[in-house]
């Protein structure tokens, strides 16, 4: 399947008349080969029984580091670049991160921007997804390997097998793609832009095809056409399929849907409120001045952010910004978007569970024996589930801690690696100090690099699945 996608990347290549097609083919001639060792291997083992859930964390993880190891061949060949810078950028495609390590990005090759994108496209919504969506499969193994990739409290089926979920998933994913690449088209985006772009805009991605990002074209059409396809890219996509059937009560039941929107307004009001206060105090000209655009930079800040996606629009750097700016933007980049969509954090919906977990704990204090259930969309959740999600916060917390001390060993300061951790983990793209909306991820030394791309991993992949195979009890269930 990647070998296909670096095809279409090679005829991108001769449609510009570009020399650097002959790496596409290269790289596609390696995935194949990879493709068809490992479908003689799989034909050789007729056993489905060894076929355990242990097995299928294994599968879904190096499914993503295969695909970015192959990836990452173009930017090697081309952009001559060495080994860990590579891998960091190509991880950063495919897990939708939108983290850089090129400083000029308008300089390279089209079909090299357009790969960048399509890494970022595929990555969304899920290379076991996109494999389900597009190869025939049997069943048997599908359901473990589907929800070892879909983690956690996430996707709805909304069919009764895997391979027509994800088809209908993809069909979705085509439609908004189209829509959005249309929309940037009617603007002052010509088709190749466009195309990049809303590849990487419903992905919640971030890699743009100039170096300024959505701010190169100078369009507040623009950004109010990105600012809302971030915030509809970070909807549970199983919604759409919902309100197609007009099925408008599963909507207006998602509990997780209205938190999510309400934050999106308030913290967009309280950042317009926060510019606001700001020119009474002084006077920087990267502050947005008038109300249409203090309200289009809160609005386009917010959705950017939360979304996970990382464009930089006109004024768009809340490190220079000042330190008021930047601390309520981690919290909202930690947190992010829905579950079942492209974006990354936390998600909104263990948010939820865990505010109402903690409040249980307060009532409890008053009513020790008190049974006190936590209600998602109506119906009481189980107990495994609550349990899941505070401990993915305790996860979450204690890698960024981690992360952030071995970043502050190797150089960086504890503002960049601070923001650098939870923006990989988080799959945001620009971090805080000099990984900042203004700056590049070029200066982080290769160990800095290593490290944050296996973040950009465990982040999108939302911590379990993979960190699940460096626990002794992944051998145990192999076996």
Not at 172 to 184: A, E, G, P, S, V
Not at 219 to 230: G, K, L, N, P, W
Not at 377 to 392: A, C, Q, W, Y
Request: charged content about 15%; proline content about 2%; glycine content about 8%.
């Amino acid at each position: 399947m990647e070998g296909v996608f670096l095809l279409l990347t090679m005829i991108v290549s001769l449609v510009y008349k570009e020399n650097d097609w002959w790496a596409y083919l290269l790289s596609a001639s390696v995935s194949v080969v990879i493709g068809q060792i490992c479908i003689w291997l799989s034909k050789r083992d007729k056993d489905n029984k060894r076929f355990t859930r242990a097995d299928s964390f294994m599968v879904v993880t190096l499914s993503w580091v295969i695909f970015s190891v192959i990836g990452m061949i173009p930017f090697i060949l081309i952009e001559k670049m060495d080994l860990a810078s590579a891998f960091f950028e190509t991880m950063s495609g495919f897990t939708t991160t939108g983290a850089t390590v090129i400083t000029d990005i308008d300089s390279m090759t089209h079909a090299l921007r357009f790969w960048r994108s399509l890494t970022q496209w595929m990555g969304g919504l899920g290379i076991v997804v996109f494999s389900f969506a597009l190869i025939p499969v049997s069943e048997m193994k599908n359901n473990n390997i589907f929800s070892a990739e879909v983690t956690g409290i996430g996707l709805d089926k909304i069919r009764p097998k895997i391979g027509s979920t994800a088809r209908r998933l993809l069909i979705i994913y085509l439609i908004l793609t189209f829509i959005c690449t249309l929309l940037y088209y009617v603007g002052p985006m010509g088709i190749y832009d466009a195309v990049c772009h809303a590849l990487s805009t419903i992905a919640t991605g971030g890699f743009s095809t100039h170096s300024e990002s959505i701010a190169y074209f100078h369009s507040t059409y623009i950004e109010y056409i990105c600012a809302v396809f971030m915030i509809l890219s970070s909807i549970n996509f199983s919604l759409f399929y919902y309100a197609s059937m007009r099925r408008w009560h599963v909507l207006r039941q998602n509990e997780e849907v209205k938190v999510f929107l309400t934050v999106v307004l308030c913290m967009t009001g309280f950042f317009f409120i926060l510019f606001s206060f700001s020119h009474a105090h002084k006077d920087l000209s990267i502050l947005p001045t008038g109300l249409e655009e203090t309200f289009r930079t809160s609005f386009f800040h917010v959705a950017t952010v939360i979304s996970s996606t990382g464009f930089s629009a006109q004024k768009f750097d809340y490190v220079a910004w000042g330190d008021q700016y930047w601390m309520p933007t981690v919290v909202i980049m930690a947190v992010g978007a829905c579950a079942g969509s492209t974006a990354g954090g936390m998600k909104t919906i263990r948010a939820i569970i865990c505010a109402k977990s903690v409040r249980n704990e307060f009532i409890r204090q008053l009513h020790p024996n008190a049974v006190l259930g936590i209600r998602i969309n109506g119906n009481i959740i189980s107990e495994s589930r609550v349990k899941h999600s505070l401990g993915f916060l305790f996860l979450y917390i204690s890698m960024v801690v981690i992360g952030m001390t071995i970043l502050t060993y190797i150089g960086l300061d504890a503002d960049t690696g601070l923001g650098a951790c939870i923006s990989s983990l988080s799959n945001v793209g620009p971090g805080t100090g000099t990984c900042g909306p203004s700056g590049t991820f070029a200066h982080v030394p290769a160990l800095g690099k290593w490290l944050l791309s296996f973040y950009m991993l465990v982040g999108r992949l939302e911590i379990y699945t993979v960190l699940f195979l460096f626990m002794p009890i992944f051998f145990k269930g192999s076996k």
